[in-house]
């Protein structure tokens, strides 16, 4: 197979770049000085994108790949593929599901336990040397709290499944009720976030989803309530949640995604009871590595005319 071009859109695992490069001819779309340039001499020859939750395949790139047949992305969220000109133009689109639902899901539940004990405020406070001159000040119990979660598909699944450990009342939003799940069912974001101390998004990003956390949602979710992100950044209305934090509208944040990653509020920097992670949720050697094998599962079982692993288009 190394005949056949495949394009990676940017770095995101060196265990990947390698065995693309071993097994196919390998272009890397970052490393190009002028991209336009680039397209225009090798576009003949590449019938393959690689991208992942930073850069995929959208239209404008769709459309300069006149012999493309394959976007494998690295990543489950598709939301930087253009799926509907994938399938106009009998492109097969696949991902990485399953294989980081657990790591998402563990690191949510790590992010609502850092909010609500502040661990990293008091990792601070032992590293400055303040414990010798006084114990950390009192914080929130999770034990029990109501976590309502935006999207029920496997990651939001993993979760409620974690945080039934903790004794927790759990509901749920999503397009439609789930027959499988005796967990509450509310049929709008805002009902959720008005029964929920802690809410949690883990949906997919459409142009229907983007800013589903809108104003209406943080007020809902109120001064005590607390906004667990693992899903991505556009979710959330970015600006109208800084200002309920930075006026004490909000109780606090877990953020894992940003609107303009790798871009963060600096508002936000000052504030304890929020936590800033920079897009880690499947971000460990086990769960990358399964990723990898999986693009590379796909694009060998495609170019060998077998059946996709994890076909989406
Ligand atoms: P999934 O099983 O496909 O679940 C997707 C969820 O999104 C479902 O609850 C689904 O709702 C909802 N959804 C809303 N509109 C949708 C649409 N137009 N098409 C498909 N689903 C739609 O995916 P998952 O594995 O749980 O992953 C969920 C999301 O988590 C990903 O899309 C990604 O954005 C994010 N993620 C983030 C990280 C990270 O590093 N932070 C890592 C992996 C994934 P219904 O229940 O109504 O069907």
């Not at 994108?49 to 489950?76: H, M, Q, R, Y």
């Not at 976030?193 to 589903?212: M, Q, R």
């Not at 399964?290 to 994890?310: C, I, Q, R, W, Y």
Request: glycine share 8%.
């Amino acid at each position: 197979m190394d005949a056949i071009g495949v394009l990676m859109m940017c770095p995101m695992s060196n265990y990947l770049e390698q065995e693309l490069d071993n097994r196919f001819k390998l272009f890397r779309y970052w490393a190009q000085p002028k991209q336009r340039d680039f397209l225009a001499d090798h576009a003949a020859s590449i019938r393959a994108v690689v991208g992942n939750a930073t850069a995929g395949a959208d239209a404008e790139l769709i459309a300069s790949l006149p012999k493309l047949e394959i976007v494998s992305c690295f990543s489950v969220g598709l939301d930087k593929v253009d799926l509907i000109k994938c399938k106009e133009k009998g492109i097969r689109v696949t991902n990485t599901p399953d294989v980081l639902t657990d790591d998402v899901a563990d690191l949510a539940i790590g992010l609502i336990l850092a909010v609500l004990r502040r661990i990293c405020e008091c990792d601070k406070y032992v590293r400055r040397g303040a414990w010798k001159l006084g114990d950390f000040k009192l914080t929130t119990k999770f034990s029990g709290k109501r976590v309502g979660i935006i999207g029920l598909g496997r990651i939001g699944l993993a979760v409620a499944e974690r945080v039934e450990a903790f004794d927790c009342p759990i509901s749920y939003y999503s397009r439609s009720k789930k027959g499988n799940t005796n967990y509450t069912y509310y049929g709008s974001v805002v009902e959720l976030a008005s029964n929920s101390d802690i809410l949690v998004v883990a949906w997919s990003l459409t142009p229907e989803t983007t800013h589903i956390v809108n104003r209406q949602v943080i007020e809902a979710l109120g001064p005590k309530g607390i906004l667990i992100n693992i899903g991505r950044g556009p979710h959330i209305d970015e600006a109208e949640m800084v200002s309920a934090l930075v006026e004490g509208r909000l109780g606090g944040a877990g953020l894992d995604v940003f609107e303009k990653e790798p871009e963060v509020p600096e508002q936000l920097f000052g504030l304890e009871n929020v936590v800033l992670l920079p897009h880690v949720g499947s971000g460990t050697e086990e769960t990358r590595k399964a990723m990898a094998d999986l693009v590379l599962g796909n694009l060998e079982a495609h170019f060998s005319s077998k059946p996709l692993l994890t076909p989406v288009v």
